[in-house]
């Protein structure tokens, strides 16, 4: 059974085929017109159709960043698409013969991992993906937590700081604007200025203080110290906030997913670490497994297919 998955991001719109082992079967993509939203509605309708000439189709799921409704139809709020209140899921069930379920891009990554990736051996499990935020998925006995409004498990927005930065949401102090790959920019472009520490991450500072992504990258893969010492920075951050979920959710594995991730077990390192730090009834409380997701760029459209075909699968 075959479905068509489509991960909608800020630059651009993936799209696959899925069989129901999550192999992807074609692919494609096109740029994101995020600015206009009946133009991100007709890059999708094409992106559906393309994808399933000539091949028997069952559903197609779309998974975009921002709040979706618990019927997985509207998208309240896109942080980078202009969709507000946007009915998605009957536009495009109007213009393509196919059931459509429309899912958060996080909860979708998530469920690809539980399905098809790090997470298949485990019934609880957690996922943050850190990229230019923090994004969340929750599965809880082998289900997919929504929450009541559809909008739940949005981790990037646990407030792990009391009067702290402000994040985009209009709130202050949000694990976003610690544990994410903007953090490690700003933290990187802090460290640049330490004289032990920071001369190679000195080059890559341009002159309004900011500092090169890529520069950041490739410092991290030659494991230099200051690029090295900013992502234990954000991975205490992050290992601090898996101690107050693990309270709440109990899950039996972490999965660390996004950009980020690619720094594997030096971001790991530290996650762990100050885990165990924060873990209430350390030593009594079972510890979680820690892993990195597997499934990369594709979870997005693997596991957005996934959902719609079990959702046409159940109607």
Known sequence: ?????????GTKIAGAVVDNE???LAHLSR????LDAQAM???VVDLIEELSRGRRIVAAGVAAAGFIDADQSVVYYAPNI?????????KLERRVALPIVVENDANAAGWAEFCFGAGRNVTHMTMLTIGTGVGGAIIVDGELFRGGFGAGAEIGHLRVERDGLLCGCGARGCLEQYGSGRALLRYAA???HDPV???KLAAYRHGDGTIDPAGVRQLLELRDPGALRALRSIGEWLGSACASLSAVLDPQLFVIGGGVAAAGDELLSPIRASFLQN????GFHPEPEFAIAELVNDAGVVGAADLARRHAASV
């Open 22 to 24: 999550g192999h992807i």
């Open 31 to 34: 740029p994101s017109p995020a």
């Open 190 to 192: 802090e460290i640049s």
């Open 279 to 282: 873990l209430s009834a350390k």
């Open 82 to 90: 202009a969709w507000r209140n946007e009915p998605l899921r009957e």
């Open 197 to 199: 520490l920071g001369g």
């Open 41 to 43: 509605v007709d890059t």
């Open 1 to 9: 059974m075959y479905a068509v998955g489509i991960d909608i991001g």
